[in-house]
């Protein structure tokens, strides 16, 4: 700032004077002793002192203490950083009127008479709450994104053997203790349901950047996840129509091993037969070796992501049907939009994947003539969520 004036001294003063007293941010300038001589608009808006409140005070009016003002006039004086005699966007603490502490960062200069003493200096200070504010809310975010995926890849496990467990009650059980077994299932998959959903909202909430909050100690404010945790009726299964996958060839590929051993345990009840990779180059082991009928992989892996792994496999096995999943609650990285540009028959876009219409699209993928086909699923581009499927 300083540097400008300088540069431009054939502006009038008064250019200048006006341009600092508007500046919404805090200037502050101190004489050699330490009194302010110079406080503006944006000082009061700020800090809450009126000028004439602090005019020919000591500058401690603004610090907590003076330990913190000696800290930054020592970090001013070192022959480090930016030079002897100014700091630029150093964080300290400023006081307000009302004692409250608030962080700010300032760039500051010591002004040095013709004898190179020391004067006086001048500080331009900018409240940066809301830039830590900002920072805070994309590390939660981070946070959030992180932590749903990981709930969400347990969720998928336990909709699996929730899902597991059901069919096997449904097959040894009598038609009375079916009723109790039948009741204990639907609680607890309403409330798999039910995480399910707060970590859709929280994906939701992500990518909004907006959420609610509600009440929950006086004064004390949380963020409003609240779902519906309606029950979903269990309904015994047909014996005639049980085992339509039998004999498939699944290749299952995710770097989580308990998502594959749950999806493996889950088409093995199917009667497929199953194998695993713990990542994409694995997977491709598996395609240079052993015939599949489709291939069913995560989105998110570290080596080799699920866009690459359908690229890969395209050019290798360009019939084989491919099907991505992800435990994200949107597809940040466009993985399943680019694949299905490039011609991505099925997608299941959510976990936990809904068993049900897993093993309907993976019936629609390899065995067309034996699936009933769904309003909601498209020719080309099979779509399924988490969801139970709602006829259109």
């Known amino acids: 700032m300083l540097e400008c004036v300088k540069s431009n001294m054939s502006l009038p003063p008064q250019y200048f004077q006006k341009l600092v007293e508007s500046c919404p941010d ?31 005070k000591n500058v401690l009016e603004v610090y907590p203490d003076i330990d913190e003002a000696r800290r930054v006039m020592g970090e001013m004086r070192a022959d480090e950083g930016e030079g002897k005699g100014r700091v630029r966007n150093f964080e300290t603490i400023f006081k307000t009127k009302k004692g409250e502490k608030i962080p700010v960062a300032i760039s500051a200069s010591i002004i040095y008479d013709d004898d190179g003493k ?20 994309a590390t939660l975010c981070e946070f ?3 932590l749903s995926h990981e709930i969400n890849n347990s ?17 040894v059980a009598t038609d009375e203790d ?3 077994e039948a009741e204990r299932l639907e609680c607890v998959a309403s409330q798999i349901k039910k995480i399910q959903d707060i970590t859709g909202r929280i994906g939701q909430m992500t990518e909004e950047g907006h959420y609610d909050t509600k009440e929950y100690l006086n004064g004390k404010m949380m963020t409003d996840l609240h779902v519906d945790g309606s029950k979903k009726c269990l309904e015994r299964s047909k014996p005639d129509s049980r085992y339509p996958l039998s004999g498939l060839r699944i290749l299952v590929v995710d770097d989580d091993a308990g998502v594959c ?17 713990a990542s994409g180059v694995v997977a491709m082991e598996w395609l240079g070796r052993q015939e599949f009928d489709v291939l069913l992989s995560d989105v998110v892996m570290p080596d080799m992501d699920g866009y690459e792994l359908y690229q890969a496999s395209k050019k290798k096995m360009p019939n084989l049907p491919v099907v991505l999943m992800t435990a994200f609650n949107y597809d940040r990285d466009h993985i399943i939009k680019r694949s299905c540009l490039e011609g991505l028959q099925g997608v299941i876009f959510k976990k936990p994947v809904n068993p049900v ?4 699209l993976l019936l629609q993928q390899c065995r067309p003539e034996q699936a009933n086909p769904q309003p909601s699923i498209a020719p080309q581009t099979a779509i399924a969520s988490t969801e139970n499927p709602k006829p259109n």
């Open 144 to 146: 959030a994104i992180g």
């Open 178 to 180: 079916y009723v109790v």
């Open 26 to 56: 805090i200037i502050i300038a101190v004489d050699r002793q330490g009194t302010i001589t110079f406080y503006n608009d944006g000082a009061r808006q700020n800090l809450g002192f009126s000028p004439e409140e602090v005019l020919g």
């Open 118 to 137: 020391e004067s006086g200096s001048i500080g331009f200070a900018k409240d940066i709450r809301e830039l830590r504010r900002r920072d805070q809310l």
């Open 261 to 277: 051993q749950s999806l493996k345990d889950l088409l093995e009840e199917e009667r497929c037969n199953i194998e695993t990779a």
């Open 155 to 171: 969720l998928e496990v336990l909709v699996n053997q929730v899902d597991m467990l059901q069919k096997y009650v449904g097959r």
């Open 357 to 360: 219409m897993l093993k309907k």
